[in-house]
């Protein structure tokens, strides 16, 4: 059973946006609306049982990739479209005839708590329509609602906000703020938060970082999607803040995916707030990641500004990295500032496709992004059950790095099944490994 599938009848986010991909969607034979952004066109809907997917093309299919690759998802090619069945609700990225411009299908469960309309704590955004918002500022208890088919333009603020959620499966779009310039701002940006959730919606046209935790604490994020187009698109920077989870979330950057940071706020605010706080406790799982910056951007990253004592207890855990693009790294800590950077786990992780960077370890000084002179160190961080598709354009020219420096170390890296291929990882010459000043390092 389909639910809640409406849409807007006309929209498009960009003038630069193709008129018409040549593409229709139907699911279980009743046609969905495709959205369409900068940088892909997308699908969402929700959903109970299975999902009978077919895409029709206005032109001869040839190659078909249903990424992530582990679903395992199984289709019937015919000339002009392709069908294929989902079980249950995932996020799923189409791409036809190695198309730069792919389809996003978001399938998803039905929302649970879905809150009243009438309810003075809560703002709610009906489908169907587009609503100009400019900046939206949450207060402690305040729910916001943005229900499928609905659009809101603008941005998202809280600060020393309690128990606040924002949900729903509706689209917010930052096409109308500056795309440059001094006056470019983050899009959602959640600081001195507790006790936050967000859940469902879809962030499209970030004019810079795409949501943005800055010394918040009990954060949940799930089944969260972005599709950001600009340099700079971070997908979810987790500055200075504490005991965050990011569950189920499909992330599509020009940047890094997931940042870890800790850094003085870069929007004019309150000058004695600061994200430049420990970083403890948070978990990122269960998701798919795409780095598409051509010029840099790593996939999951800790750093580079890390002006804090202590950033330890990170997880990432079953995620598959569709593509890291450019010189990014898909797993890759850069330690420029004072903090120490320990306990750090990357376990069941599948990379489809990586092109400079498979592993980038490193005490750094960057004298744009760092300021502490006494920089801090790395120890600790364990690597179980990784697969990476090496493949023809990169083989042998793919290197991973390892380096602290004399006073600033880099100690105790476990790389336990590690497969490159079929071929499991049992030395520094089968990762490509370049090290200094790096010690204990193991392969099991």
């Not at 000084?365 to 120890?379: F, M, Q």
């Amino acid at each position: 059973m389909l639910m809640n599938s409406s849409g807007i009848s006309a929209y498009n986010y960009s003038e630069n946006c193709p008129a018409a991909t040549g593409l229709r969607l139907f699911v279980n034979g009743k046609r969905e609306f495709l959205f369409h952004a900068t940088v892909a066109c997308f699908a969402s809907f929700s959903m109970e049982g299975r999902a009978e997917i077919a895409i029709e093309t206005d032109f001869p299919v040839e190659r078909v990739h249903i990424r992530p690759l582990s679903f395992g998802i199984e289709y019937q090619q015919h000339e002009r479209s392709i069908s294929f069945v989902i079980a249950e609700p995932m996020n799923v990225f189409v791409e036809i005839n190695d198309q730069k411009y792919p389809l996003f299908i978001f399938a998803n469960p039905p929302m649970k708590d879905v809150p009243s309309e009438n309810d003075p704590d809560v703002i709610y955004f009906k489908a169907g329509v587009i609503h100009e918002v400019g900046t939206l500022r949450l207060k402690s208890n305040q729910t916001l609602y943005i229900e499928g088919g609905a659009v809101v333009r603008g941005v998202i603020r809280a600060t020393d906000a309690e128990n606040i959620r924002i949900c729903g499966y509706g689209v917010l779009d930052g096409s109308l703020e500056p795309a440059d310039g001094p006056d470019r701002r983050h899009f959602v940006v959640l600081e001195g938060c507790r006790n936050v959730t967000m859940e469902g919606i879809i962030l499209i046209e970030t004019p810079h970082w795409m949501i943005v935790l800055g010394d918040c604490e009990n954060v949940e994020i799930r089944n969260i999607k972005e599709i950001g187009h600009c340099v700079s698109s971070d997908g979810i920077d987790i500055v200075g803040s504490r005991k965050v989870l990011v569950e189920g979330v499909f992330l599509r950057n020009n940047d890094d995916c997931i940042a870890v940071k800790a850094l003085n706020n870069s929007e004019p605010r309150n000058a004695k707030r600061t994200w430049a706080n420990d970083v403890q406790d948070v978990i990122i799982r269960n998701s798919v990641m795409y780095s598409a910056e051509e010029n840099g951007g790593n996939c999951l990253e800790i750093g580079f500004e890390l002006r804090t004592g202590l950033v330890e207890n990170i997880v990432f855990e079953n995620i598959d990295v569709i593509a890291v693009h450019g010189f990014g790294s898909v797993f890759s800590i850069h330690n420029g500032d004072r903090a120490l950077v320990r306990n750090v786990r990357y376990e069941n992780i599948r990379i489809e496709h990586f092109y400079d960077k498979l592993i980038d370890i490193r005490v750094v000084d960057s004298p744009k992004w760092n300021e502490d002179k006494v920089k801090g160190a790395i120890r600790d961080i364990h690597f179980k059950n990784i697969q990476a598709i090496e493949q023809p354009f990169n083989s042998g020219y793919t290197c991973s790095l390892i380096g602290g420096i004399a006073s600033s170390t880099v100690d105790h890296i476990l790389i336990e099944d590690f497969y490159l291929n079929d071929k499991k990882i049992n030395n520094e010459d089968d990762l490509w490994l370049h090290t200094k000043h790096a010690n204990h390092i193991r392969f099991k």
